[in-house]
């Protein structure tokens, strides 16, 4: 199935709708959101990629990352990205969002105006093996020292994204 992306100017205007990976090929600006789940001691969850991933597959990021399709919120897209990656609900809250540029590999490009939502929760997943190979919970000084040391078993927008989250708070 063909999956489509809203894209936008960077006042949030829609401009039109396009196939998810032709806008990652052209690197046209779209709408994304990316979630950071932490438990109650603090510590931010992590998913790893399914391998079957077309673009960095087998790479650790945030809790959930996508795109709200045409005519969905930020909110509600994230929601159901939350529920269909991770198979919980939990509450959410936007904290901010930003405009990013990455180069993903194999000619790929993440340009997203990414809203970003946090939540807590505790409780055992329900993965879906087809997006998420497995998932783990990692504190926030923990998880600077493994990107320092292996950069390349994160996805690069995590990265940016990370480092953002923190400027933010």
């Not at 504190?139 to 390349?152: G, H, Q, R, T, Y």
Request: net charge negative; glycine share 6%; charged share 30%.
């Amino acid at each position: 199935m063909e999956e489509f992306v809203v894209l936008v100017n960077p006042a949030d205007e829609v401009l039109g709708l396009m196939e998810k990976q032709q806008a990652h090929i052209n690197g046209l600006l779209h709408r994304a959101f990316s979630v950071f789940l932490f438990n109650n001691k603090g510590e931010m969850l992590l998913q790893k990629r399914a391998s079957e991933k077309y673009h960095s597959p087998n790479q650790w990021t945030n809790a959930v990352c996508s795109h709200p399709r045409n005519g969905e919120t930020y909110l509600d897209g994230a929601k159901r990205r939350v529920k269909e990656e991770l198979g919980i609900d939990t509450e959410l809250s936007e904290k901010f969002n930003f405009i990013y540029r990455a180069d993903v590999g194999g000619g790929l490009w993440e340009h997203e105006l990414d809203h970003v939502f946090v939540g807590n929760y505790e409780a055992d997943f329900n993965l879906n093996k087809n997006e998420v190979e497995e998932v783990r919970y990692i504190s926030i000084s923990d998880l600077d020292k493994e990107i320092a040391e292996n950069p390349k078993n994160f996805t690069e927008w995590f990265k940016i994204i990370l480092e953002e989250y923190k400027h933010n708070f």
